[in-house]
Structure formats: C-alpha cells, structure tokens
Nanobody
C-alpha cells in the first residue's frame, strides 16, 4: 500500500529553520507531483508548495515565497521542505501529498482535492 511518512517537525523560535522530510513507498514516486500543505489549529488546510515529477518546476503560496524551498530526490523516493525565517503564523501540522501526473514538468497544483495520497502530518510550532 502507498505510504507517505513525514518527519522533521518540532518547536523552533521565530527566525529559525526546520527541514521537513517525506518518505514515500508503495508507488512509482517519479510519476507523482508532490506537495506540502499545512493546517493550523481551527483553520482549513492550505497549500504551501508543490514540485513537478522531475523537480524542475515549483510553485509556492505567497505567504512562504522566498522563505520555503521544496525539493525532491527521486532515487530516494523523498521530498523535502526547507523552511527558513520561520514566523509564529507558520505554526501548523504539515502534510505531504502526492498526485499522479502525466506531465513531467507539471506541478500538482494548489487544490488539495486533486491529490491522491497523503501523509499523517508532522507538527511545526514556531514560538515568538
């Protein structure tokens, strides 16, 4: 069965950095565009960033642009989220998601309903 397992969350002070990882299994990883979403307490899940199958195309939410970087290593079936200059408003559960993509250069998009598989989430808390 398909599994996406996130790791790397934790507590960090504002201005600090964290690197989230997502390990995929049970699927042909290189056929999937990948993304990170987040959900803060009491709020709806929101798009953070996405990356194409080959890693050549990315897209970011305005709120994280310039601070967060998504990357992937297809030979390891992993996707990463480097988060720098963290702010208290980045506090949320972060989820890895995968969407089967026919286009090598297409990202997964920002609509969470279009993603096929999800991880269980990892918690990120940014203190002020």
């Amino acid at each position: 069965q398909v599994q996406l397992v996130e790791s790397g969350g934790g507590l960090v002070q504002a201005g600090g950095s964290l690197r989230l990882s997502c390990a995929a299994s049970g699927l042909t990883f290189s056929n999937y565009a990948m993304a990170w979403f987040r959900q803060a307490p009491g709020k709806e899940r929101e798009f953070v960033t996405t990356i194409s199958r080959g890693g050549g195309s990315t897209s970011y939410a305005d709120s994280v642009k310039g601070r967060f970087t998504i990357s992937r290593e297809n030979f390891r079936n992993m996707v990463f989220l480097q988060m720098n200059s963290l702010k208290p408003e980045d506090t949320a559960d972060y989820y890895c998601a995968g969407r089967l993509s026919l286009s090598p250069r297409g990202t997964g998009g920002s609509n969470d309903r279009e993603y096929d598989y999800w991880g269980q989430g990892t918690q990120v808390t940014v203190s002020s």
